[in-house]
């Protein structure tokens, strides 16, 4: 019996191995690193940090806005840079949740509280689902896709602050 539990051990130990699943410590990290780093893209955001969301946006990000649209990472930052979308406050208002996906994935969904002056529409503050995929890629985490879904509808625009 004990040897039978012995190579039952072995054996799982190979597959992890084999398989590259993250241990949970490894897992642990990888998810508060996960969760840092949204916290630190939020306030890149507000901050129009155009260095730290060029390395924290993949190449071939794409956004999902509340209306539908959609916005490559070009597009989006670009929209960021020149003051179209001003972020005035961007910040979670639940847990971060990142599920990991293997080693080299994770899904993110948080709720946030979002402040933003919108060229041509005006000023939006409300509470929205955010869900987002994060993929290592040359050993950095990455965002690759969002989905940011406003709650309780799109707020009706504001004139934006003097």
Do not use: C
Not at 24 to 39: C, F, G, W
Not at 46 to 53: E, G, K, Q, S, Y
Not at 106 to 119: F, G, L, Q, T
């Amino acid at each position: 019996m004990a040897l039978g539990a012995f190579l039952l051990a072995a054996t799982a130990a190979v597959v992890v191995a084999a398989t590259g699943a993250a241990r949970p410590a490894d897992a642990s990290a990888a998810q508060a690193e996960i969760r840092a780093l949204v916290i630190m893209r939020d306030r890149a955001l507000v901050d129009a940090d155009m260095a730290a969301l060029k390395k924290i946006h993949a190449s071939d990000y794409q956004l999902i806005t509340p209306d539908g649209s959609v916005l490559s990472r070009a597009g989006f930052l670009h929209s960021v840079a020149s003051g179209d979308l001003n972020y005035l406050t961007f910040r979670p208002v639940s847990h971060i949740q990142v599920l990991l996906l293997g080693n080299d994935a994770a899904a993110v969904r948080y709720e946030s509280k979002i402040d933003i002056v919108v060229a041509g529409i005006g000023r939006l503050t409300n509470e929205n689902w955010h869900t987002d995929l994060y993929e290592r890629r040359s050993g950095h985490w990455q965002v690759v896709w969002s989905q940011t879904t406003p709650i309780g509808g799109l707020p009706t625009p504001t004139a934006p602050p003097s």
